[in-house]
């Protein structure tokens, strides 16, 4: 696999993730609330904030969704992430994704039926 290959591919999964589940680290975001999103400099580069995180450091599993492998977090997560045992790793961050997921249920919920209610109007 060549490099470029593999930074193209990796684009392709951030963007993905990044559409599924939001450009903001999955832990600082239920542990402290924080969306911590990429600062876009003035010269219209980006300075990334958030990185890929693959749950059982297995680079070449790119699950995505809920079950999924795949997540976006910040760099200092993780590093905290590194220090867990896999088992430990894959766990915390399955958990977050269930709960973002539920969020997201939520939310979507809760525009269904404002557009429901008003079509009815
Ligand atoms: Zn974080």
């Known amino acids: 696999m060549s490099k470029r290959f593999t930074s193209a591919r990796h684009e392709y999964i951030d963007d993905l993730i990044t559409r599924a589940e939001g450009d903001f680290c999955l832990v ?6 924080i969306r911590r999103r990429d600062i876009h400099r003035k010269d219209g580069t980006i300075r990334k904030r958030i990185i890929l995180e693959h749950a059982d450091n297995d680079p070449s ?61």
């Open 28 to 33: 600082c975001y239920f542990e402290r609330g």
């Open 61 to 121: 599993n790119n699950a995505l969704g809920v079950d999924g492998n795949v997540h976006h977090v910040c760099r200092s997560c993780n590093k905290k992430l590194e220090s867990l045992k896999i088992r430990d790793k894959v766990k915390k961050i399955r958990g977050y994704s269930v709960l973002l997921e539920r969020e997201r249920e939520r939310e979507f919920t809760y525009l269904e039926r404002r557009t429901e209610r008003r079509s009815k109007l």
